[in-house]
């Protein structure tokens, strides 16, 4: 079984920057479409940032030129450079396969505020 650990996240104020690591077991972040996705409180989970073959990427609108999606297949590690953070980003981040079918990790939590 897969097993997906997320750290990184914590306590920054708007402006700052993290970057989110994702650590999974096996090669599959070789091998599938990886993505970084958040849930913020009250509201559903919702897919952020995806690397695709090739190391292609997409974005969500509302992080677009603002997060960086990157993967290293040699550490099996998923990252999430986020910069210009605000306070609408506070969440909690998960990785996971796009479209997911792994078990999710514990996530890392976001908070942006002053």
């Known amino acids: 079984q897969v097993q997906l650990v997320e750290s990184g996240g914590g306590l920054v104020q708007p402006g700052g920057s993290l970057r989110l690591s994702c650590a999974a077991s096996?090669?599959?972040?070789?091998?599938?479409?990886m993505g970084w996705y958040r849930q913020a409180p009250g509201k559903q989970r919702e897919l952020v940032a995806r690397?695709?073959?090739?190391?292609?990427?997409d974005y969500a609108d509302s992080v677009k030129g603002r997060f960086t999606i990157s993967r290293d297949n040699a550490k099996s590690t998923v990252y999430l450079q986020m910069n210009s953070l605000k306070p609408e980003d506070t969440a909690v981040y998960y990785c996971?396969?796009?479209?997911?079918?792994?078990?999710w990790g514990q996530g890392t939590e976001v908070t942006v505020s002053s």
């Open positions: 996971n396969t796009v479209p997911y079918f792994l078990d």
């Open positions: 690397v695709r073959g090739g190391d292609n990427t």
């Open positions: 096996g090669s599959i972040v070789s091998i599938y479409t």
